[in-house]
C-alpha cells in the first residue's frame, strides 16, 4: 500500500496535472470540430493580436492550453513531461506553476507583439512559451549550482537551450518568438523564486 502511494504521489504533481489539463482541452475541442483549423481555434481562444488589443486579453491565457492537431499537442506534451519533471526537483508545485504560466502568457504577449512590429499576423497557441519557460528556469538552476545539478551541465543546458530556440527560428509555422520570450520569462522567474539547498554540517563533540 506505501508503494502505491508513492507511485500516486509521485505522479500527481502539476507538470503531470498541467499536461492533463492540455490533452482534456484538446479532446473536448476534437468533439467541436477541427483542431488544424486555424478559424476553428481562433473562434476556441487562440490568440489573434487585434482581438487581444480590442479588450480580449483572456487570450493571453486561453492559447497556452490549445494545440493544432494531435502532432502539436503530443510534441508539446512530450518535452514538458521530461523537462518539467526536472524542473520539479528544483522547484516547489506552487513556484513550478508560477514559472509555468508567467512564461506562457509572456510569451504569448512576444509573440502578439512581433507580429504587430513585422506585420505577420497569425492565429498562434501551443503550450510552447510556457515550456521554453521551463527551459529558461532550468539554465538558470544548473548555472546556479556552479555549472551542473544534478545530471544537467551548463554544456548540455546551453546546447539545448540554442537547438530549441533555433528550431523554431529555422522551422516553418513554428511561432519562435514565443519560444524565445517563454524562455527569457522562465528565466527571469528562476532568479527571483530559485533558492539553491545549502547542506550544513553539524559536528558532535562527546564529553
Known amino acids: 500500500m506505501d508503494k502505491v502511494h508513492e507511485s500516486i504521489k509521485k505522479w500527481l504533481n502539476i507538470n503531470s496535472i498541467l499536461i492533463v489539463v492540455n490533452i482534456l482541452v484538446w479532446?473536448?475541442?476534437c468533439t467541436l470540430g477541427d483542431t488544424r483549423s486555424a478559424q476553428f481555434m481562433y473562434e476556441h481562444g487562440a490568440l489573434y493580436p487585434m482581438d487581444v488589443l480590442n479588450g480580449e486579453?483572456?487570450?493571453?491565457f486561453s492559447a497556452m492550453f490549445l494545440h493544432f492537431g494531435a502532432?502539436?499537442?503530443i510534441s508539446n506534451m512530450f518535452m514538458q513531461y521530461f523537462l518539467g519533471d526536472m524542473l520539479l526537483r528544483a522547484f516547489s508545485q506552487w513556484q513550478f506553476a508560477l514559472i509555468y504560466l508567467f512564461a506562457g502568457i509572456g510569451g504569448n504577449i512576444t509573440s502578439l507583439l512581433m507580429m504587430l512590429v513585422t506585420g505577420d499576423v497569425a492565429v498562434a497557441a501551443g503550450a510552447s512559451g510556457a515550456i521554453y519557460g521551463i527551459v529558461g528556469a532550468l539554465l538558470w538552476v544548473v548555472l546556479r549550482n556552479g555549472g551542473k545539478f544534478e545530471s544537467i551541465s551548463v554544456p548540455r543546458m546551453l546546447l539545448a537551450t540554442?537547438?530549441?530556440i533555433g528550431y523554431g527560428f529555422t522551422t516553418e509555422g513554428?511561432?519562435?518568438?514565443a519560444h524565445l520570450g517563454?524562455?527569457?520569462i522562465?528565466?527571469?522567474?528562476a532568479i527571483l523564486l530559485y533558492r539553491r539547498?545549502?547542506?550544513v554540517q553539524i559536528e558532535q563533540w562527546d564529553s
Open 174 to 177: 513554428v511561432d519562435a518568438w
Open 197 to 199: 539547498k545549502v547542506t
Open 162 to 164: 540554442a537547438l530549441y
Open 27 to 29: 479532446l473536448v475541442l
Open 71 to 73: 502532432e502539436h499537442l
Open 182 to 184: 517563454g524562455a527569457l
Open 57 to 60: 486579453w483572456y487570450r493571453l
Open 186 to 189: 522562465g528565466f527571469l522567474m
